[in-house]
């Protein structure tokens, strides 16, 4: 979990304003004679698939609660943090709203903005998968209910790796390395990444850190505003060794993401072997590529190697999500439609669409792309679930994240110099 450290965070709503105000248990009965309510939800699902589920779900759910009105506002994700920064900064927010967790998320529980649900959501809790709920905890408290969750992890070429004569996958940092090395003797790119982003370049970072320290030392460092322990050193020199390698395509620092001649469309267009990126990744390597299906049945995915004599678990994993949290002066009733959108079959509904991995347990029956379900299975395992750094941590923490990890990948800043940069920040935020 997320610590607040010294900061103090004001606890909002007791479970028993839900028991006394809520008129159904989930959305399944009519409440009568109800008096009437607005929820405001705000929501980034503005397009298809996921646009009109949500709007069903809010219309169904109106229906059984005469007096209940669902206003959906669907947002672009970019315009979506801007409106809701404006409005958290007058002291205001939506009933229900999306949220990544993390830093932001922390900033709006000290605001007093966003509502501890904890115990109104505990009736229902464990129907949700935990890695899900994670990146909502701060303090053993839960303040929002995730809809959605997925990781990073190795995208990769099977044919290309058949090409340079690697039949399996590896496991471990090492083999890791050794399958670089066999990819560029058969004249193949390994790696392609968009180094013009610098997000993408701060997933290695990360997942090293994971590796090599573990877990509970990111929170930490996290708290103590400190990230010059030696593991955190170490995990910089673990990536240089593969920097050093000169594993990206030519031209990687300027190439961005999901731009036609960047990271994505590399891997679509079968020009690189390998991406460490999200489970969106093959629908974003098809349309950057301008091809049908990308490279098809030779894309596979495989999670990010264990590293020798780590602190860390090897099944860790890195990623995020999306959950709703819920407004500080929102009525109980907008707590029972989140238990309403998240009840089994209406999370298969969801996932069934392509757009989310499921966070309701027994919800994975509905994935019908083989790929994601492999992203699926592979979380299930993890013992542990790390958000984004870069959302994990206060923005201009996660941003420092980036623009240092990029340094050292650039070959412009060493493993130890971005652990001070990274703690300098943090000092100062």
């Not at 129907?127 to 701060?138: E, G, H, W």
């Amino acid at each position: 979990m997320i610590s607040l450290g010294r900061r103090s965070v004001a606890l909002l709503a007791a479970a028993s304003l839900l028991l006394g105000g809520c008129a159904s248990e989930g959305g399944g009965g009519d409440t009568g004679k109800a008096a009437s309510k607005t929820i405001e939800w705000w929501h980034i699902q503005n397009i298809e698939p996921m646009l009109p589920v949500w709007q069903a779900m809010a219309t169904e759910y109106q229906k059984a609660h005469p007096g209940i009105t669902i206003k959906v506002t669907p947002l672009e994700n970019e315009a979506y943090k801007a409106k809701l920064t404006t409005l958290t900064q007058s002291g205001s927010i939506p009933d229900i709203f999306n949220t990544w967790g993390g830093g932001v998320l922390q900033q709006q529980i000290e605001a007093g903005l966003a509502k501890d649900i904890t115990a109104d959501i505990a009736p229902w809790a464990d129907t949700l998968t935990p890695a899900s709920v994670q990146p909502y905890q701060f303090d053993g408290k839960t303040y929002a209910v995730p809809f959605d969750v997925g990781m990073v992890g190795f995208w990769y070429n099977k044919a290309l790796f058949a090409k340079a004569g690697v039949s399996e996958p590896p496991t471990t940092w090492t083999g890791f390395l050794d399958t670089v090395k066999k990819l560029k003797a058969a004249g193949i790119t390994p790696i392609a990444l968009g180094g013009k982003d610098k997000w993408p370049g701060h997933y290695y970072w990360a997942y090293l850190a994971m590796r090599v320290a573990g877990l509970p030392a990111l929170k930490q460092a996290g708290a103590d505003a400190t990230f010059t322990a030696p593991e955190f050193v170490q995990a910089g020199e673990r990536l240089k060794e593969l920097v050093d390698l000169d594993p990206f395509q030519k031209g990687f620092l300027g190439a961005g993401y999901g731009t036609p001649d960047g990271q994505a469309a590399l891997m679509g267009s079968g020009k690189a072997a390998m991406e460490l990126m999200g489970q969106w990744a093959p629908t974003v390597q098809r349309d950057s590529s301008g091809t049908p299906d990308g490279i098809g049945d030779d894309l596979a995915f495989f999670p990010f190697p264990a590293v020798e004599g780590g602190k860390g678990d090897a099944t860790d994993a890195f990623g995020g999500g999306g959950g709703f949290a819920v407004g500080k002066d929102a009525p109980p009733e907008a707590i029972d439609f989140l238990k309403f959108i998240s009840n089994l079959d209406n999370q298969r509904r969801a996932v069934a669409t392509g757009a989310f991995l499921p966070v309701v347990k027994g919800a994975e029956d509905a994935i019908k792309d083989a790929k994601l379900a492999s992203v699926s299975a592979t979380l299930g395992k993890a013992a542990g679930f790390q958000l984004y750094l870069d959302q994990a941590y206060a923005p201009a923490v996660g941003q420092q994240v980036n623009d240092s990890v990029a340094e050292l990948i650039a070959g412009t800043l060493g493993a130890k110099e971005v652990t001070e940069a990274i703690t300098e920040t943090a000092k100062n935020e």
